[in-house]
């Protein structure tokens, strides 16, 4: 089972990005989903997550109104569009499979995470 997250790059502030993670099985529509993310010297954090069929979304406070999680499970695949980016969304980011049909806000229970994608955003 992998997970192959696409989408980062270098962009100005103000821009925007969409991150896409494709699953390798479709197993995953079963499966909550979630974006986290890591700058270099801090932890990992939650950024977003959905539940297995779309129904429920949560969001990290400083991404609310900016950034969007959704999933197309016919594709096996969940996205992230971030809008309006600032110098402090610049980090790596990781999409993760939940063992279970919701998500959770840390990186327990998540059993399968993506490499990670770099977005930098330049003031």
């Known amino acids: 089972v992998q997970l192959q997250a696409s989408g980062g790059g270098f962009v100005q502030a103000g821009n925007s990005l969409r991150l896409s993670c494709v699953a390798s099985?479709?197993?995953?529509?079963?499966?909550?989903m979630a974006w986290f993310r890591q700058a270099p010297g801090k932890e990992r954090e939650f950024v977003a997550g959905i539940n297995y069929n779309g129904g429920t979304t949560a969001y990290e406070d400083s991404v609310k109104g900016r950034f969007t999680i959704s999933r197309d499970n016919a594709k096996n695949t969940v996205y992230l569009q971030m809008n309006s980016l600032k110098p402090e969304d610049t980090a790596s980011y990781y999409c993760?499979?939940?063992?279970?049909?919701?998500?959770?806000?840390?990186?327990?229970?998540?059993?399968?995470w993506g490499q990670g994608t770099l977005v930098t955003v330049s003031s």
């Open positions: 099985r479709r197993m995953f529509s079963n499966n909550g």
């Open positions: 993760a499979a939940s063992i279970y049909a919701t998500f959770a806000k840390d990186t327990s229970g998540y059993r399968y």
